[in-house]
T-cell receptor, first 115, second 115 residues
Framework: AQTVTQSQPEMSVQEAETVTLSCTYDTSESDYYLFWYKQPPSRQMILVIRQEAYKQQNATENRFSVNFQKAAKSFSLKISDSQLGDAAMYFCAYGRRNAGNMLTFGGGTRLMVKP | GAVVSQHPSWVICKSGTSVKIECRSLDFQATTMFWYRQFPKQSLMLMATSNEGSKATYEQGVEKDKFLINHASLTLSTLTVTSAHPEDSSFYIC???????????FGPGTRLLVL
């Protein structure tokens, strides 16, 4: 079974600075995709970024980028120029098209942004 | 794009009654939707996969007779908590799968309190 591990229960960053959230996963599959979702206090899950395993290029969405290391099964999220609105729980998730597109979530990292 | 609504956002009911939660994909069709449960300060736990026109697939440990799922159209899935008890109090979240690329988009969640 696939597992997703987020080793940092909490992280803190100063406003305008950069922070990296870690995620590792365990799989024997080669075709899969990875996600980062954000859950602010409203509890609405918001897609932050998506990465296909077959793509070597790291995904980027504005201030959010990933460092995808397939061999190491690592998928970290970098947030640049952190803003107060970035404060939230961040969940890393693994999914496979051939497994019904179900997602396996990590335990989450709570990000605090200091003004 | 890719907006998912959920109704109601809050529900309080008496023990023994049934509660229906609706999940709608507003701007896309979704043959597959998912239902999750989230306890405070924890990650999302998949309850079941809902497929349009067929029976839902339940995760191990989830009582199918207690959590009835109906996916009657390409934009609507419903979760009915039958004979609710206080231990069913939780935050329920649905998601809808948008194909090409396969990505789950989440509803805002429903807080259920059973008295």
């Amino acid at each position: 079974a696939q597992t997703v591990t987020q080793s940092q229960p909490e992280m803190s960053v100063q406003e305008a600075e950069t922070v990296t959230l870690s995620c590792t996963y365990d799989t024997s599959e080669s075709d899969y995709y990875l996600f980062w979702y954000k859950q602010p206090p409203s509890r609405q899950m918001i897609l932050v970024i998506r990465q296909e395993a077959y793509k070597q290029q790291n995904a980027t969405e504005n201030r959010f980028s990933v460092n995808f290391q397939k061999a190491a099964k690592s998928f970290s999220l970098k947030i640049s120029d952190s803003q107060l609105g970035d404060a939230a729980m961040y969940f890393c998730a693994y999914g496979r098209r051939n497994a019904g597109n179900m997602l396996t979530f990590g335990g989450g990292t709570r990000l605090m942004v200091k003004p | 794009g890719a907006v998912v609504s959920q109704h109601p956002s809050w529900v309080i009911c008496k023990s023994g009654t049934s509660v229906k939660i609706e999940c709608r994909s507003l701007d896309f069709q979704a043959t597959t939707m998912f239902w999750y449960r989230q306890f405070p300060k924890q990650s999302l736990m998949l309850m079941a996969t809902s497929n349009e026109g067929s029976k839902a697939t339940y995760e191990q440990g989830v009582e199918k007779d207690k959590f009835l799922i109906n996916h009657a159209s390409l934009t609507l899935s419903t979760l009915t908590v039958t004979s609710a008890h206080p231990e069913d109090s939780s935050f329920y979240i649905c998601s809808a799968l948008l194909g090409g690329p396969e990505t789950q988009y989440f509803g805002p969640g429903t807080r259920l309190l059973v008295l």
